[in-house]
DNA sequence: AATTAAATTGAGCAATGGCTCAATGAGGGT
DNA sequence: ACCCTCATTGAGCCATTGCTCAATTTAATT
């Protein structure tokens, strides 16, 4: 070994930490073993002692993603704040890593079990925490909703489309309109008419 | 060469009509020359020697592509009919295939100058298709809509967004709840309360 | 037939990328 | 010291895949 490790911890910490630092920054499909072990300073075989790369890659996946569903709705947060934050940071620049984390993870499913149930496992916890906000919000009076849960899926699919549009490079789409669509969207949902 | 040649035409042809089906078949991703010029009865060299595999690939992909722009409305076609097929047709398992192909277009885009362009034009023609069908229904007081452009861009990214959400396998989707919330979405742009 | 150009072939190149494995190092226990 | 176990290394294996290129066949022209 060289001398300085950047990084604390054992092998396989480190090993796990450079996985999600990989991913953050190349994405799933394009990120490497090498590239990890590289970053976590240590041999090209002491990732393959440890693990399995598809298993790997779906954990750091998932370890990125993992207090996203407590983050739909912050303690004490009112329903309407926490709409308004959703709406936000739905498109925010910051928000560009995750899109692509997410879009990837949908399109590797089909073909590797561990993304597909790190995928399933997040997408329920998020969904549950968005009908549960949007219920609340109902409870609350600050709108009405016939079926919370219906809202929550039209709501996580559209901006699920309107983000692959604008990583596609959509000349047509900005930050800005998907974030007016999304919120048209809701306007509607809660019995606003249509506009655009 | 063997004997009987399934195709017709020249090698050049052959060779493109090989790579649709194989598209077909395979979706963008996992199509590969070898499989292109097996189906197409011809050696490895001369794909090589008449295309660059990544133009290739986007040609035959826009050739699939090429008449749904004029399938979103049919000659004398109503509108509301061509808009019974659009929602009936989005999540039809006859679509399944142009899902795939559609959403690995538009992950392999910003890597894929050539798929770039191609996904470029189609989806600009199928917006506008879509956006005029939904205007001349306004004009035929079949529905009224306040932004028919803006309304067509909020249906494609919808079903975008559950066409991906089924091909992940999401075990909460199925194409019946998918169909139904399109259709949900259209109904609110009209104007109808929304509901689940 | 001879000549030239175009079509066609396929073994093999070169780059990629996950993973193996024999070797080495580092403690811990006796 | 001796042994045993676990951590660690990295050169190299192996499969994949787009693509090259020298050689061959086919076709048209004179």
Same mark, same amino acid.
């Given at each position: /070994?060289?001398? $300085?490790?950047?990084?604390r911890?054992?092998?396989?910490?480190?090993?796990?930490?450079?996985? !999600?630092? !990989?991913? /953050?920054?190349?994405?799933l499909?394009?990120?490497?073993?090498?590239?990890?072990t590289?970053?976590?300073?240590?041999g090209?075989?002491?990732?393959?002692?440890?693990?399995?790369? &598809? $298993?790997?890659?779906?954990?750091?996946?998932?370890? $990125?993603?993992?207090?996203?569903?407590? #983050?739909i709705?912050?303690?004490?947060?009112?329903?309407?704040?926490?709409? %308004?934050?959703?709406?936000?940071?739905?498109?925010?620049?910051?928000?560009?890593?995750?899109?692509?984390?997410?879009?990837?993870?949908?399109?590797? =499913?089909?073909? #590797?079990?561990?993304?597909?149930?790190?995928?399933?496992?997040?997408?329920?916890?998020?969904?549950? =925490?968005?009908?549960?906000?949007?219920?609340?919000? $109902?409870?609350?009076?600050?709108?009405? +909703? &016939? #079926?919370?849960?219906?809202?929550?899926?039209?709501?996580?699919?559209?901006?699920?489309?309107?983000?692959?549009?604008?990583?596609? %490079?959509? &000349? =047509? /789409?900005?930050? #800005? +309109?998907?974030?007016?669509?999304?919120e048209?969207?809701?306007?509607?949902?809660?019995?606003? =008419? %249509? %506009?655009?």
């Amino acid at each position: /070994m060289t001398d $300085v490790k950047k990084a604390r911890g054992s092998g396989r910490e480190r090993i796990f930490r450079a996985a !999600v630092e !990989v991913l /953050m920054e190349s994405g799933l499909e394009a990120a490497q073993t090498r590239s990890v072990t590289e970053r976590a300073g240590v041999g090209t075989g002491l990732l393959n002692h440890y693990f399995r790369w &598809p $298993v790997l890659r779906a954990a750091a996946w998932e370890a $990125v993603f993992e207090d996203a569903p407590a #983050d739909i709705r912050r303690a004490d947060e009112a329903p309407r704040a926490a709409i %308004g934050r959703f709406m936000a940071e739905a498109f925010a620049p910051e928000a560009r890593l995750y899109w692509r984390l997410w879009i990837d993870a949908e399109r590797l =499913a089909p073909h #590797d079990p561990p993304i597909a149930e790190a995928l399933d496992r997040i997408r329920t916890q998020l969904r549950s =925490a968005l009908a549960r906000l949007l219920a609340d919000g $109902v409870s609350a009076g600050d709108w009405q +909703l &016939p #079926d919370p849960a219906a809202t929550a899926l039209r709501l996580d699919a559209l901006r699920d489309g309107l983000a692959g549009l604008i990583l596609a %490079g959509d &000349p =047509a /789409m900005t930050t #800005d +309109l998907a974030r007016q669509h999304l919120e048209a969207l809701f306007a509607m949902e809660c019995g606003v =008419a %249509g %506009g655009g």
